[in-house]
Structures are given as structure tokens and as C-alpha cells.
């Protein structure tokens, strides 16, 4: 089990060094002292190349709305790769997943497909932009949005960077961040509604619109509240920015996402995660004004939109199939689950006897090292020995046959049991207790 130097797994990350930067093409595989290679997966486990069997809750990071190989997923896949993977023209399947997509929601009348969740928070700001002919956009501290250089500002940022709480900073995430890039991008405190909207009202006339993640893991998966909430759709509604939901990973919250929950229509929803049964997938939906900036208007539409494999057949085939049996039945039925699941973490913290605390909500949960009370990102920031515990607390769930992402985020399936849940509570109260003899915990903070 891992770690172990003499593994399959280990011998692979040495050979993986020499041919892909840091050993792999996305920084979530990366492990030390070496990465996990897996061979298959089924249902709620996958099994490594070394034969080890992990019961997966991270699910290629909440992707995977029925686990691995789902029978209904992979037959829609054969029997479209027997038809071709990916034409020049346009597919009846690409109508058939949107019609299925716009009729679970209230308001969204239209749908454009592409590649990722990044593409598609991308694409959602740029036609926030097109719509209104504003430059800027708002979003929150500490959120995560995918990869656009513009959605990345303030991700990690730490109390070295993030300034007054009054006003955070807008941080770059990576390095070489135009400063272009910085100064269009208003960071507003999460949950802070008085300081959110003094901040908003600052530039009010140049947003174009606010990202907002409604379950974002990066804070934490806390709440927001409705005075926060209040805030977005009063601004939204007094100054003619749009507000643009990230549901790439809250769409799994609810039949119709988590906007449905929370009584909201925004302008723009960024998708992908689930709606693609696994395979790589994105898009944007919204009313048809809004959307209306992908038609070709003249020469050109206000926000010209291509790619290669944009709802390539196969994507399509197993979106369709992934979300026919992601039935209303079946949303309640795992967030019952899901509840469960957190209830039972709870009281293995207890059990164990050393601080923490569960978040999340539906079919999401995250393990917290600590026992303060969290409204904001601030709130929910590592301090002291967390940042020692996170990597412990992942190890220690691997050991005990348990996979979750490197920093407590976790997520069920509809392959998930309740012995799987069983086995993650009894593996959480052995892992809690581990830290604490290894010294990494004092159990008054």
C-alpha cells in the first residue's frame, strides 16, 4: 500500500519524470513520494497497478455522478465509437444533451458546449463582456474557477498577499500574471455582505459581471448566507452586471443545480464535471437574450466560440446517458446519502477526540483539521499545524483504503454503499487519532 519505493506505482513516477514536467499533465495526481497509478475502476473502487483496492470518493474530482465504468456510460460509448468519435459536421447527439440539460432548469432556454469547466468560465465571463461591453468582473476571495488567467486571481492567496479584509487584494496565481489581468478583476470578501457591496458599488459602472461558485470548495464548502447572497442579485438588478453561476461542480447539488436550491436564475451558468458521464466536457447556458452573443449577428457574433472536439459525439453519447439516470429519484436518494455520510464523519471527529468539523451539503462533503467556527475564506484558511495535517490526514485515509482529494474534499456516487461510508468514518477516526500520536495535533486549537 502506498507509499511503498519498491511499487509499480513508484517505478512509473520515476519514468513518468523523464517524458512529462513534474511527472504528469494536471497537479492534482502529483503525490509524495510518488504518484498512484490506477488500472481500472468499477463502480464505487478503482484498483491500482500494484493491485491495490481504494474505495474512491473523490471520483476524478466529483466527475463521476454514477462512479466508474456505469453500464448505461459505457455502452453509449461503444456504440457510438463504432459510428465515429468526432466529425467536422454537426450530431444529432449534441441536440439530444442539450434538450436534456435546458428542460431540467428554469431558465435556460440555450446551451453551448465546449471542452472543460475552465473553457466554460471562460467563455461565461467573455460573453458577461460581449453582453454588456463592460471590462471587469467580480468574484470572490479565495475561489476557484478553472484556469483562465482572469478566474484564477486571489486563488491561494494567504495572509501575505491577500491585504485588508475590507478590501482583499487581487492576487495572481501564477507567475507572469499581467497586471492588466489584476486590475480587471475586483476581489470581494465572501460572506462579508456590507464590505461585498461597498466594494461592488466602487465599480459598479465597469462590471461586466460576478463569478460566484455557490458551493466552492476552496472556501471551504461554507454556506453563504442570505444577506450575501442578497447582495449579488440587488447589484445585479440595480446596475445591469450579470451574474454568472460556476456549477461545474454544484450541479450535482440538485435535479436542477444548486441555483434551483438557492431560488436564483443567474445570466450565465459555467458547466461540466457530470454533465459529460466522464469524459471531458463544459458549457454555458442561460435565457436566450443572453446567450444570444454566440449568434452570428453581421460577419461575426459579439463572442465568436469554436473548438475541435466542442460536443464531440462520444461526450455527448455519455452525458446523455450519465444524466438519464441522474433522475430527480436518483439526486434525492444520494443526497440522503450524502447527509448520512457527513453524520457519521461528525461523529467519528468525536470519536476521536481531537478538533474538527464537516462541511458540504447534497453529495459533497470536507474534513476540517480544526474546530473554529468558518464564515469566511479567511475563516477557513489553514493556520498553524493544518497545513502540516492536510497531507497526513491523505495519507492516512490511503493507508486505511480510502481516496479523497489531497485537502479533505470528498464526494459520493450512486455507486457508493453504505459499507464504503462505513469504512470512510471507521478510516477517519483511525486517521484523526494517527495525527494526534504522530504530534500534529493540539487538541486546544
Known sequence: ????????????????????????????TRLTPHAIYVKEGHGSKVVDVDGNELID??????????????????AALQEQAARGTAFSFATEAEIELAETLTARVEGWDMIRFCNSGSEAVMNAIKAARAYTGRPRIAKCEGAYHGSYDFAEVSLGAGPESWGAAEKPRSVAYSRGTPQGVLSDVVVIPFNDPERAEAIL?????????????????????????????????????RTGALLIFDEVIAFRQAHGGTQSLMGIRPDFTALGKII????????????????SVFEVSGAKAPLP????????????????????DWTQEAVEALNAKGERCREMLREAIRIANVPGQ??????????????????????AYPQGQEAE???????HLIGGGIFASGYG??????????GDIERLAETTVSAYRAMRDEGLYDTNS
Open 305 to 324: 466560440h469554436g473548438g475541435t472536439f466542442n460536443a464531440n459525439p462520444m461526450t455527448m453519447a455519455a452525458g446523455r446517458a450519465a444524466m438519464a
Open 276 to 291: 459529460g458521464g466522464g469524459l471531458a466536457v463544459g458549457a454555458v447556458a442561460g435565457d436566450r437574450e443572453h446567450m
Open 409 to 418: 474534499l470528498g464526494c459520493l456516487s450512486t455507486a457508493t454503499t453504505d
Open 201 to 237: 458599488n466602487e465599480y459598479a459602472d465597469e462590471l461586466a459581471g460576478i463569478l460566484f461558485d455557490p458551493v466552492s470548495t476552496q472556501i471551504g464548502l461554507l454556506p453563504p448566507s442570505q444577506a450575501f447572497l442578497d447582495v449579488l442579485t440587488r447589484f445585479r438588478a
Open 389 to 395: 495535517r492536510i497531507p497526513a490526514l491523505h495519507r
Open 1 to 28: 500500500m502506498f507509499p511503498d519505493p519498491e511499487s509499480r506505482s513508484a517505478k512509473l513516477t520515476q519514468r513518468a519524470m523523464q517524458v512529462l514536467p513534474d511527472g504528469g499533465s494536471r497537479s492534482t
Open 358 to 379: 464537516v462541511t458540504g451539503g447534497g453529495s459533497l462533503f470536507r474534513l476540517h483539521l480544526h474546530g473554529r467556527r468558518m464564515e469566511t475564506y479567511r475563516d
Open 57 to 74: 470518493f473523490n471520483n476524478n474530482f466529483t466527475s463521476l455522478i454514477h462512479g466508474h465504468a456505469h453500464a448505461g456510460v459505457v
